[in-house]
């Protein structure tokens, strides 16, 4: 089951919206269910105890909470940050104020079947392969003679210091010797970015990029060498995908 949410003030926007998701092939191979609001205040009220859905299709211009806002709201739970936000307008200019809320895409108004239902397709596919990534993989470390293995999806970065990997999770810190070229030959390379010679971090815990640091969604900051620069930014953004169709 994949849970869609189509956000929009705009009734016949909207209805089209759900008809063209409902209508399309992948229904055949893969449950789609779809909830429809008609507010950014109705959006935001329904995630307030978590996020139920995988993907969201977010107008821009709404009365009240803009899209934006609703964006800025979603993303305040680290724990959706695994959400495909697709924003819906007919303006293009936001594309700066939507950087900082890490959408999958950006489609523009008036909707084409085309665009929209390549955009779609993209994004379930992207959903599936995520789950199936998911799945329990861990990382063998060694530690004073005791073998522990590390589930891959909650460690949040590793670091180098000498001889020795200091490696972050999502509940605690791990220290033992290695380095941090032979850690990243473990770990998926499409998951994680070498940012610089001391540190590589998983792609799934960068809120954003600041100049030459990167802020973690935990509100921890970490350098990006100059060397690395280009290298990050690039594929960050192919990571969390293109904004434009």
């Known amino acids: 089951m994949i849970h869609i949410a189509i956000c929009d003030d705009d009734f016949k926007a909207t209805e089209y919206m759900e008809r063209l998701i409902l209508n399309h092939p992948i229904q055949q191979t893969v449950k789609i269910e779809v909830s429809i609001f008609y ?16 993907l969201i299709f977010m107008d821009i211009e709404m009365k009240g909470i803009s899209g934006i806002t609703a964006g ?51 994004m379930i596919q992207q959903i599936k392969v995520k789950r199936q990534q998911n799945q329990p993989k861990l990382l063998p470390v060694h530690q004073s003679g005791t073998k522990l293995l590390i589930p891959i999806r909650n460690i949040m970065y590793l670091a180098s ?12 810190q791990t220290e033992y010797y290695s380095t941090l070229s032979i850690e990243e030959g473990k770990l998926p390379s499409k998951q994680f970015v070498r940012i610089h010679q001391s540190y590589l971090v998983n792609f ?36 969390r995908g293109s904004l434009l169709e």
């Open 204 to 239: 799934d815990y960068i809120k954003q990029i600041q100049g030459k640091k990167i802020v973690l969604t935990s509100g921890e900051e970490l350098p990006i060498s100059d060397k690395q620069s280009t290298v990050v930014k690039k594929s960050y953004l192919q990571f």
């Open 161 to 172: 210091d000498r001889r020795k990997i200091i490696l972050q999770t999502t509940e605690d």
């Open 39 to 54: 507010s950014g205040e109705s959006f935001t009220k329904a995630i307030q105890h978590g996020c139920p859905f995988d």
């Open 72 to 122: 800025h709201i979603l993303r305040r739970d680290c724990d959706n940050d695994r959400v495909r936000l697709i924003y819906v307008s007919s303006h293009e200019e936001y594309h700066v104020q939507l950087f900082d809320v890490q959408p999958s895409g950006f489609i523009k108004k008036p909707i084409h079947n085309e665009s929209f239902e390549k955009k779609l397709l993209s």
